[in-house]
């Protein structure tokens, strides 16, 4: 069965970086990006960008692109989220998710149909 | 960025009610829409694909519907486990955006 499993909650302080992981299994990694969406504590999702793991592309969030950066691993089939610079409204949730589908290296239709269980990133002095 | 206005916001039906959600996007996406059910302290659920296609698993009671602009979410007959927020999501072009969400909660 498909399952995104992310890495474990973080504290950190104003001005560090944070880089969480999301492993998959279940499928064949290079047949799909991963996507990170996040939700601050009240708010929406958020989405901050993706990357394809079959060739490494990446398309960021134009807010975030700046502090930001997604990288694959596909011996490990593992996708990782890096924020630097972080302030008190980078806390919190940050979610992995399938998406989109690729083929040949074409992807398309980016929804997402599994997703990690989530990591708490708390930003505080 | 392309926008998407969700509406209402909130909503308090009863269990059996037949519910209705609305997203409006801020220009045409064609039928690049995606619908979640989001419950507190789980991972968003996908519904909905490409304005209509039910996901797999998902019960037959959620529809989408809608093109363009203009795309509905509907739930037949309201069911306790039911109670969440949900949003949409566009993939018609970047950035992907979600809607600020509906939350449905218990009368």
């Known amino acids: 069965q498909v399952q995104l499993v992310q890495s474990g909650p973080e504290v950190k302080k104003p001005g560090a970086s944070v880089k969480v992981s999301c492993k998959a299994s279940?499928?064949?990694?290079?047949?799909?990006?991963i996507s990170w969406v996040r939700q601050a504590p009240g708010q929406g999702l958020e989405w901050m960008g993706w990357?394809?793991?079959?060739?490494?592309?990446?398309n960021y969030a134009q807010n975030l692109q700046d502090r930001v950066t997604m990288t694959t691993d596909t011996s490990t089939n593992t996708a990782y989220m890096e924020l630097r610079s972080l302030r008190s409204d980078d806390s919190a949730v940050y979610y992995c998710?399938?998406?989109?589908?690729?083929?040949?290296?074409?992807?398309?239709?980016?929804?997402?149909?599994?997703w990690g269980q989530g990591t708490l990133v708390t930003v505080s002095s | 960025a392309i926008q998407l206005t969700q509406s209402p916001s909130s909503l308090s039906p009863s269990v059996g009610d037949r519910v209705t959600i609305t997203c409006r996007a801020s220009?045409?996406?064609?039928?690049?829409l995606a619908w979640y059910q989001k419950k507190p302290g789980k991972a968003p659920k996908l519904l909905i694909y490409?304005?209509?296609s039910l996901e797999s698993g998902v019960p037959s009671r959620f529809s989408g519907s809608g093109s363009g602009t203009d795309f509905t979410l509907t739930i037949s007959s309201l069911q306790p486990e039911d109670f969440a927020t949900y949003y949409c999501?566009?993939?018609?072009?970047?950035?992907?955006?979600f809607g600020g969400g509906t939350k449905v909660e218990i009368k």
């Open positions: 990357i394809s793991n079959y060739n490494g592309n990446t």
């Open positions: 220009q045409g996406i064609s039928s690049a």
């Open positions: 279940g499928y064949t990694f290079i047949s799909y990006g």
């Open positions: 999501q566009q993939f018609n072009s970047y950035p992907v955006t």
């Open positions: 998710a399938r998406g989109p589908h690729c083929s040949g290296g074409t992807c398309y239709s980016q929804y997402f149909d599994y």
């Open positions: 490409h304005a209509s």
